[in-house]
């Protein structure tokens, strides 16, 4: 599955959301990571220019959102149902995941789409609500102050899915090992040339230390060729200033 086909299928939920703000700024931080399937539960209104208004250039995601009386109706197709919420009790799950715990089972789960549950910002989700999910998941907060604002919290949530499932591009392309030991080599003869070694097996000890240095530091080309440069060239200086004595 391509890493924007898992975006395409989360699912945000939101149960009776208690103000339209909220709800826009719901919007912008999904789309910031690429999701924007949306879905609204409940039979509250929303003033739209107070939900517009937070979600600037997200207001597609919240004209786009599916709207749902129960949330038993909005879970029925979902493979994969996800409870948010930091309360423990009774009645509720006895172990929950940590976001990231979630990203990975996330990335586990067949095709088919994964609903993240939230509660409304003032008690969350009730005992009920919670049961008709099939996992929970909790992010961690201070205990002198653990509230989260409701956009924040997916915000959260909706950053390690989009880091655990987005693939990193990277710029740059680490030189190969063998390429690490010809430089290697190469600085320790500058070494070498410099009479730097006192000792028979220090030229061996220092080109396995620069080595595997340069192996551990993941370097461009460019950059183990300026590595190599700056040996090389004390070696050159010294021999043009033997030059200059003479």
């Known amino acids: 599955m391509e890493w924007q086909e898992q975006l395409d299928r989360i699912r945000i939920v939101l149960v009776d959301t208690q103000d339209g703000a909220n709800i826009g700024s719901v919007c912008r931080a999904?789309?910031?990571m690429g999701i924007t399937h949306l879905v609204i539960v409940g039979e509250r209104e929303y003033e739209e220019t107070r939900v517009l208004t937070l979600a600037l250039h997200a207001r597609d995601v919240w004209q786009q959102a599916e709207r749902y009386a129960t949330l038993k109706e909005a879970l029925a197709e979902?493979?994969?149902?996800v409870a948010m919420t930091r309360r423990r009790g009774k009645f509720r799950k006895a172990s929950a995941l940590s976001p990231r715990q979630l990203a990975e089972r996330i990335g586990c789960t067949g095709a088919g789409p994964v609903s993240l549950v939230f509660g409304r910002e003032s008690?969350?989700?009730t005992d009920d609500e919670v049961a008709l999910c099939s996992l929970?998941?909790?992010i961690t907060t201070s205990e002198s102050f653990p509230s989260l604002n409701l956009s924040q919290a997916v915000q959260i949530i909706t950053y390690e899915l989009f880091n655990s499932i987005k693939p990193h591009v990277?710029?740059?392309?680490p030189v190969t090992q063998s390429r690490c030991e010809e430089a290697a080599e190469a600085?320790?003869?500058?070494?070498q040339g410099l009479e730097y070694f006192k000792l028979d097996q220090e030229g061996v000890w220092t080109y396995r230390f620069l080595k595997d240095v340069l192996v551990r530091a993941s370097l461009t080309e460019g950059e183990v060729q300026r590595f190599e440069k700056i040996f090389t060239k004390m070696g050159r200086i010294r021999r043009h200033k033997e030059v200059s004595d003479v």
């Open 136 to 138: 929970v998941c909790t």
């Open 78 to 81: 979902s493979v994969l149902t």
């Open 123 to 125: 008690d969350g989700l």
């Open 187 to 191: 600085c320790a003869d500058a070494l």
């Open 170 to 173: 990277t710029e740059t392309i």
């Open 30 to 32: 999904m789309k910031t």
